[in-house]
């Protein structure tokens, strides 16, 4: 039944985690958000902070803290910025508990990067509020076509807001990567000036 396989998933990450087996135990948490209505980084966050105060060893504290980290990585990827700023004391604390210096000293980097991710995702709201009652608006579009190609990766509908930007480069560039250069050369040279458009502009969605 399915409240004997949610007893049974729930046992099993207990079990995992009593062992040090985190690997498994995070496993078993993403079973069980596949098959019932929990909330997965919450009870990964929970699962990470029941850890760390388990760890007996650095190892198992630096376990904790790449667990961790990549946990943030997900939610940022995901735009739940909240949830990735609540694992920054736990990534500083698990990496003062393995003495691992390198962690601990890119938690600022870390967290002014969610900040600034913040910023971003803020002004894209605003910038799609702002498309809704003008779709042409030009500055709107800029801001809303930097965020989805140059922060999100979404070149298809990034491209699409920038080619009605308001800037005259990333304009040009969206017209010509629209029509598809066909000669190796024509390629490599849009390449060159996306890049070089992308170190730009990235993070300035505001």
Same mark, same amino acid.
């Given at each position: 039944? /399915?409240?004997?396989?949610? &007893?049974?998933?729930?046992?099993?990450?207990?079990?995992? %985690?009593?062992?040090?087996?985190?690997?498994?135990? %995070?496993?078993? &948490?993403?079973?069980?958000?596949?098959?019932?209505?929990?909330?997965?980084?919450?009870?990964?966050?929970?699962?990470?902070?029941?850890?760390?105060?388990?760890?007996?060893?650095?190892?198992?504290?630096?376990? &904790?803290?790449?667990?961790?980290?990549?946990?943030?990585?997900?939610?940022?990827?995901?735009?739940?910025?909240? &949830?990735?700023?609540?694992?920054? /004391?736990?990534?500083?604390?698990?990496?003062?508990?393995?003495?691992?210096?390198?962690?601990?000293?890119?938690?600022?980097?870390?967290?002014?990067?969610?900040?600034?991710?913040?910023? =971003?995702?803020?002004?894209?709201?605003?910038?799609?509020? %702002?498309?809704?009652?003008?779709?042409?608006? /030009?500055?709107?579009?800029?801001?809303?076509?930097?965020?989805? =190609?140059?922060?999100?990766?979404?070149?298809?509908?990034?491209?699409?807001?920038?080619?009605?930007?308001?800037?005259?480069? %990333?304009?040009?560039?969206?017209?010509?990567?629209?029509?598809? /250069?066909?000669?190796?050369?024509?390629?490599?040279?849009?390449?060159?000036?996306?890049?070089?458009?992308?170190?730009?502009? =990235?993070?300035?969605?505001?």
């Amino acid at each position: 039944s /399915p409240a004997e396989r949610f &007893v049974l998933i729930r046992e099993s990450r207990d079990l995992y %985690l009593r062992t040090g087996a985190l690997k498994a135990a %995070l496993a078993a &948490v993403d079973s069980m958000a596949a098959a019932f209505a929990i909330d997965a980084g919450a009870a990964k966050e929970t699962l990470l902070g029941d850890a760390l105060k388990a760890a007996r060893t650095p190892a198992e504290a630096r376990g &904790v803290a790449d667990g961790a980290l990549v946990l943030l990585a997900e939610a940022a990827g995901a735009d739940e910025l909240e &949830v990735a700023k609540k694992l920054l /004391p736990l990534i500083d604390a698990a990496a003062g508990r393995a003495q691992d210096s390198g962690i601990a000293a890119g938690v600022p980097e870390l967290r002014a990067d969610l900040a600034e991710r913040s910023k =971003s995702a803020k002004d894209y709201r605003e910038a799609r509020w %702002l498309l809704s009652i003008n779709e042409n608006d /030009p500055v709107a579009s800029l801001r809303a076509g930097r965020y989805l =190609s140059f922060l999100k990766g979404d070149w298809a509908e990034g491209l699409a807001h920038l080619a009605r930007g308001s800037d005259p480069i %990333l304009l040009k560039l969206a017209g010509e990567d629209r029509t598809a /250069p066909r000669s190796a050369a024509a390629q490599e040279a849009l390449g060159t000036a996306w890049m070089q458009a992308a170190r730009k502009f =990235s993070g300035r969605a505001g």
